[in-house]
């Protein structure tokens, strides 16, 4: 079949590329816009607590909001406000009110909002926005504090801002153009490696052109399937789309691109050997796309909705990418013929390549200390992923100097940790009835009892009298592990228990959401993990006709995540002193180490089994494989590697730990994992490896016939006895 494709596509390469070209400009042009969401069911469905509550919030104070921003005034000499101070307190509040910000309906503050010290007082900014991360409510934060030295003239008092609105312009200003220098950063770094691989400046910018193409045709075709079947997805899903696009597309041109060199050393014509590559690496670029597409697609199981929303939309961008490979990729080389190498002259004669071949040789000679040490250094790596911390507050991994950051340290010394974003319980009548006050009184200081809550208010009542809501200050950051535990834990059993007969209690607020999406995480990894392994031994079987070879590779894939995952641990945790890492790092590491990574097996043990199919015995095959591989697989690991790495120039930690996660994690599993364990524990485990697939046994001589035994071509186009 890929014989077939591939001759189709050499052999009638302008039409390929017409085909190619019209379809994504009529995408581009018809396609619906993807639509953007912040709304919180996008991340967990209804049946979360912290869910009904916003439903609860909605319904009996429909009027009620929180603060986008707020205004820490404090003396510049630091020391407790003056009467004269809370005066002019009030009278700048008033000033900022009056300034009439675009997106802010009111500045209020109160004679309550000083703290006990009395070295601080706050004021509340009400954005007329629901999305506090706009543009416009970035420019209404900084026109307030372009005015704050003229509102605060003649006073001993400085102010600054925090709070969600002022932390989001922050984080965008010390980003500055964090993604558009990862991008330039990206490209420059795979023309260069491209260009010093083949020493050719047109398969250095070609690649780029091509992934361009294909990622018009991605999003197009995501646009518009989640316009006809109601598929969710999401703007936001742009960026990883470029990274995995770069990433995969890259690597599945150079298992092209090597192989079809390699046939052009043979003295193959150039489009017999472009035919012959495609042949012969199809079903491996198609088998690798397959476990990529569903991994990604077990993520529709999961939970969180931006997960789910994530998920059919990678795997619709790594389909584009695998028919890409297969019809847009040799077509454009079959215009370019052996021109495509120009200027240099290296894909006349293979080269020495000595540790390439050296490395083949030592796996042969000593499979079983190779495979030893590569799994041992594997597994002390995979230690570290013990003490793995996740970690919710994305404010933590922004810059200690932005003013929202060093705002927010300062208020939380004088009043409690939480007093920025106080947790919220609601007490609703089971039958519409009004509730008793002095019941409400006593549900008060229960609430007000439990270990870590700081202060608790008065019940609000709605109009109805049905609802009461208690705002809980937390003695810890709302975001923090300590306030997530309390939240899920003594806070929600305390208000569920002590609710007054006739009524249900619920707890909500920022905390209750991280709690929430802590436990669909935990529930995520449970499910999801298993289901993508699963599915990927499947396809690792039907490619390899085996039943012992995926289980092998899938435990060494386990085992390079947990490495990955440890590694990153240990940097960030121990020797950076991080509290913890992104709480969504494991799924990162799931699907852009496990998923993508797998790639490199596939490659591997597909060379294997040609190698085997040619008569050789399991020592030979190895040493053949790793030394024919080793090129492929090592540059587009780097490749891979340097793309992700790239993230660690950010200045948001989160960011950094992505990007060490995923460019270490590609490392270990293309130079330890396939290179090395995978070849050996192959070698070792010789015809068993392939069980039931006896042909692999002892492979007859060519030519040779005889009862019980017929002829069929396997996927590279060889004939093999059966």
Known sequence: MFGRIGRFSV?????????????AVGLAILAPPLKSSTDQADFLPSHYESVRVSKIQEQAFPQQESAAAILVYQRSDGNKLSEADKAAVIKATKGFQGEQYKTFKAVVTTPEAVSKDGKMALANIYSTKKDLYDEDTQQSIKDLRADRDKLLKDTSLKVDVTGPAASGLDATESEG?????????????????????????????????MILVMFIMAQGLIATASDWFGLEADSGVSAILIVVLFG??????????????????????????????????????????????????????????????????????VAVTLVAA??????????LGTKAF????????????????????????RPGLIATVSACVLAALAVGALGFKAEFDTDSSL????????????????????????SLVYVQSDGGGKLDPAALTGFRQKLAGVEGVGEVSPAGLNPKGDVAQFSVVLKHRPASEKAIELVSGDLRDTAHSSAPDGTKALVGGTTAVLADIEDAVNHDYRLVFPVAGLAIMVILGLLLRSVVAPLYLMLAVGLG????????????????????LLFMLPIVVY????????????????????????????????????????????????????????????????????????????????????????????????????????????????????????EEPDAAGETVRV
């Open 591 to 710: 699907l852009f180490v496990v998923a993508i990574g797998t790639d490199y097996n596939i490659l591997m043990v597909a060379r294997l089994r040609e190698e085997v199919r040619k008569g050789k015995s399991p020592a030979e095959a190895a040493r053949l494989a790793v030394a024919q591989s080793a090129p492929t697989i090592g540059s587009a690991a780097i490749i891979l590697a340097g793309t992700f790495g790239v993230l660690m120039l950010a200045s948001n930690t989160m960011l950094q730990q992505m990007g060490f996660a995923v460019a270490f994690g590609i490392l270990l599993t293309a130079f330890i994992m396939a290179l090395l364990l995978v070849p050996t524990v192959t070698a070792m485990l010789g015809s068993k490896a392939w069980w039931p697939n006896h042909r692999h046994d002892s492979p007859a001589a060519p030519g040779a016939s005889g009862p019980g035994r017929t």
């Open 11 to 23: 052999n009638r390469p302008w039409l390929i590329v017409a085909l190619w070209v019209i379809a």
């Open 248 to 317: 995969v597309g890259t690597d599945y041109m150079l298992f092209l691109l090597f192989r079809y060199r390699e046939h052009l050393r043979q003295g193959q014509e150039a489009k017999e050997a472009l035919v012959n590559a495609v042949s012969r690496v199809g079903e491996t670029i198609a088998s690798a796309a397959g476990a990529v597409i569903v991994a990604f697609l077990a993520l529709t199981l999961s939970t969180m909705g931006s997960m789910r929303a994530m998920g059919p939309s990678l795997a619709i961008s």
């Open 326 to 335: 297969l019809t847009l990729v040799p077509a454009v080389f079959s215009l």
């Open 177 to 209: 153009d964090t993604d558009a220098m990862i991008m330039m950063a990206t490209l420059v770094l795979i023309i260069v490696l491209l260009g010093a691989i083949f020493r050719s400046p047109l398969i250095a910018f070609m690649p780029v052109l």
């Open 561 to 580: 995540f947990a490495a990955t995952l440890g590694s990153t641990v240990w940097l960030f945790q121990d020797v950076r002193g991080e509290n913890g």
């Open 399 to 422: 810059p200690k100097d932005l003013e929202s950051v060093q705002a927010m340290a300062e208020l939380q010394k004088s009043f409690s940790a939480g007093e920025s974003d106080p």
């Open 342 to 365: 120009w200027p240099s002259k290296a894909w006349q004669q293979a080269p020495r390549n000595r540790l390439a071949n050296g490395t083949g040789s030592l796996v042969s000679r």
